[in-house]
């Protein structure tokens, strides 16, 4: 059974940064695409990053384009993003999520086409 945990949430003023990290187990890390995507509360689930599985493609949305950074680490199944310049509109929940047809497509925005998700961690940004 493939498990996603994600950790790095908390709160944080404005201006700063913090990292999130999510660890996959049960599956083989290395065959998946990782996806982060963010829910608001009162929004739909929305795409802020993807990874492709080898590491050397990377997406983002544009309101986090260049603030924000994925990454993965194959060694320790662990996908990350690191998250600077936080405003409030960057508030949510974070979510991490695992495509475990990544061999077939990168820039995978879709959160039905992702297979296996964590429960999610909370980002708060103060003013």
């Known amino acids: 059974q493939v498990q996603l945990v994600e950790s790095g949430g908390g709160l944080v003023q404005a201006g700063h940064s913090l990292r999130l990290s999510c660890v996959v187990s049960g599956g083989t890390f290395s065959d998946y695409g990782m996806g982060w995507f963010r829910q608001a509360p009162g929004k739909e689930r929305e795409f802020v990053a993807t990874i492709d599985l080898t590491g050397a493609e990377a997406y983002y949305a544009d309101s986090v384009e260049g603030r924000f950074t994925i990454s993965r680490d194959d060694a320790k199944n662990t996908a990350y993003l690191q998250m600077n310049s936080l405003g409030t509109e960057d508030t949510a929940t974070y979510y991490c999520?695992?495509?475990?047809?990544?061999?077939?497509?990168?820039?995978?925005?879709?959160?039905?086409?992702?297979?296996?998700w964590g429960q999610g961690t909370q980002v708060t940004v103060s003013s």
């Open positions: 999520a695992a495509d475990r047809h990544g061999y077939l497509r990168t820039n995978n925005r879709t959160p039905n086409l992702y297979d296996f």
